[in-house]
DNA sequence: CAACAAGCTGCGGGTTTCCGCAAGACGGCG
DNA sequence: CGCCGTCTTGCGGAAACCCGCAGCTTGTTG
């Protein structure tokens, strides 16, 4: 059995190195990558199926690494080892977790003793584990108390952007107006009215950028969410107009 | 002498502690702290001379941390060991350090070696120390060649928390239009244009929206920032009106 | 089928943002 | 002193945002 390690920090790897070899001993080979693209370069070569992978990485982070590593073999079995547990990530990872895939999710901050039994339950028996902490925010994510459907995650993530309401129209296909309207549902579940308007017209917030701020600072935003979508957008403006000549062809709107 | 280390990680924090024992025999204790509220503590019994600080803790970050230590005994020498060279990491720690005070910065891919030379460097000889690539950002940040004047900063900081623009004015002693010019000025320096209204009129981006995205993608802006500069909002704002007794909430605006 | 909930859409209008234009205020420099 | 550059402020208007109201399409349930 091979166990691919990917991870950024040279002490964290070699700390999850001795734990393979701690936990798995019928674990023959250990390769180590420092960053997502080699992370992904050795899973191909040497078709790991068994991997540990670090979210948050400079090169390339761990969501999308393993993206590209699931597509080419569903199968694989990924245990991500994070610093954090913001729902960001969390949403972010179960996002892109094929049907039936044995995957899991452990903090950095759990006990070596955690640790190694979530390498055997996923590696040897094929089980989810999933940090209990994590876990709270997955259940909070996916059913809809208190937490945020995909509709609302989505324009919060083009609002983030400083997409304008028509360009998040089109890019949806939806109408001005109904852009708007998830909008003010954004703004009601992230509760930016709180001292708003309330006390008086003196401090007030723009509701718009306010509900970027208060996404970030609650976690369901963070940089490597927003570098994701950064990129997905400008690959949709850059589709957008393939033939830059008939630019003048429609010129008079409304 | 003795030596406090402030470090979250458990990993890193006994690798700082080896490197320590090893760069300084004349060290004959060291204490550890595992984030920046008993650090702070630590430090104000042992009245620590010598820091070794991480930035980016859960509790209490580290920046927030040396302001206080800094404030009670600005000759305390600190070392901050960091990940990132962020920008707002940068511009934080710099804004903060007293007149004269020997400190340093290194991130934590920086070798064995270059560490032990910082940790003699400050402690023994009392000189700053500051990280190549870190150097760079500051120069930028400091001087005015393609970096932001304070002014800038200030503004973009506000409309990332989402103040509107008249808040920010009676919040920065200035006028409407003032805030505006600012804002325009930024606008410019982040090349917020770019895409806007460049090619085509349809995929347009809102300019406060798109500032703040683009300062964060370029990590002027991070979470710990933002965090810091919510809390001094929050204190303005209760600040502002001395009534908090009508803490009531109401959605609706007669 | 009726009744209801949930979502999309258009309309209208109040507020905010964005910004060109022009009139001061302040400081440096020959 | 006049000239110039930078910073501030007011005015006015086009565009964008925020949102109540009402009509329309779906899908669900009894």
Redesign the pocket.
């Known amino acids: 059995m091979k166990v691919l390690i990917v991870e950024d920090d040279p002490l964290h790897r070699s700390y999850l190195h001795e734990a393979v070899n701690a936990a798995l001993p019928e674990c023959d080979t250990v390769i180590e990558a420092e960053n997502g693209t080699v992370g992904e370069k050795l899973a191909r070569d040497h078709k790991s199926a068994h991997i540990v992978m670090d979210l948050q990485m400079a090169s390339r982070n761990g969501i999308e690494a393993a993206r590209t590593i699931w597509k080419e073999r569903p199968e694989t079995r990924i245990l991500f080892w994070s610093n954090y547990s913001d729902e960001a990530y969390v949403r972010g990872v179960s996002r892109i977790v094929p049907d039936g895939a044995a995957y899991g999710y452990v903090l950095k901050s759990a006990s070596d003793e955690r640790l190694k039994l979530a390498l055997r339950s996923i590696f040897i028996e094929s089980q989810c584990v999933i940090d209990r902490e994590v876990r709270g925010l997955q259940q909070k994510s996916l059913g809809q108390t208190n937490g945020f459907t995909d509709?609302e995650y989505e324009i919060l993530v083009d609002i983030a952007l400083g997409l304008?309401?028509?360009a998040i129209a089109k890019r949806r296909g939806?109408?001005?107006?109904?852009v708007?309207?998830?909008?003010?549902q954004l703004?009601d579940k992230l509760d930016v009215?709180q001292a708003a308007g309330d006390d008086h017209?003196d401090g007030?917030f723009?509701?718009?950028a306010r509900a970027v701020a208060v996404a970030f600072l609650r976690k369901l935003l963070n940089y490597s969410a927003l570098e994701r979508a950064e990129a997905e957008v400008q690959e949709w403006l850059d589709g957008l107009h393939e033939s830059p000549r008939d630019r003048h062809r429609r010129r008079v709107r409304t």
């Open positions: 509709s304008t309401d028509r939806l109408s001005l107006r109904s708007q309207n998830r909008l003010q703004y009215y017209e007030r723009n509701l718009r």
